[in-house]
């Protein structure tokens, strides 16, 4: 079992940066998928980004690529999402999701545990 907990979502002009950090219980964190989706008023959740088991590898929705940064850290059981460059396109509750396979994907479903969200809002 898993439980993971967000924060660091806030109010932000475009073209800032913020960083979400969302920490997670349980002794079996490192043998976790870490995903982060976002879901904005009447969308469905997507994708935003994915970190291995070990934080060596990565992946990110198109849409965020080369913006924002995933990255864990397993002694300290938490996943970060590093925003810079923000749009208000980028305005949604964001969430961190882990799954026990080691495939990164980007599904929402094939996530087994999911954080309650931190909202994030860029003025334009």
């Known amino acids: 079992q898993v439980q993971l907990v967000e924060s660091g979502g806030g109010l932000m002009q475009a073209g800032g940066s913020l960083r979400l950090s969302c920490a997670a219980s349980?002794?079996?964190?490192?043998?976790?998928?870490l995903g982060w989706f976002r879901q904005a008023p009447g969308k469905e959740r997507e994708f935003v980004a994915a970190i291995s088991r070990s934080g060596s590898n990565t992946y990110y929705a198109d849409s965020v690529k080369g913006r924002f940064t995933i990255s864990r850290d397993n002694a300290k059981n938490t996943v970060y999402l590093q925003m810079n460059s923000l749009k208000p396109e980028d305005t949604a509750v964001y969430y961190c999701?882990?799954?026990?396979?080691?495939?990164?994907?980007?599904?929402?479903?094939?996530?087994?545990?999911w954080g309650q969200g931190t909202q994030v809002t860029v003025s334009s």
């Open positions: 349980g002794r079996t964190f490192s043998g976790h998928v």
């Open positions: 999701a882990a799954r026990a396979s080691p495939l990164m994907v980007a599904t929402p479903r094939s996530y087994d545990y």
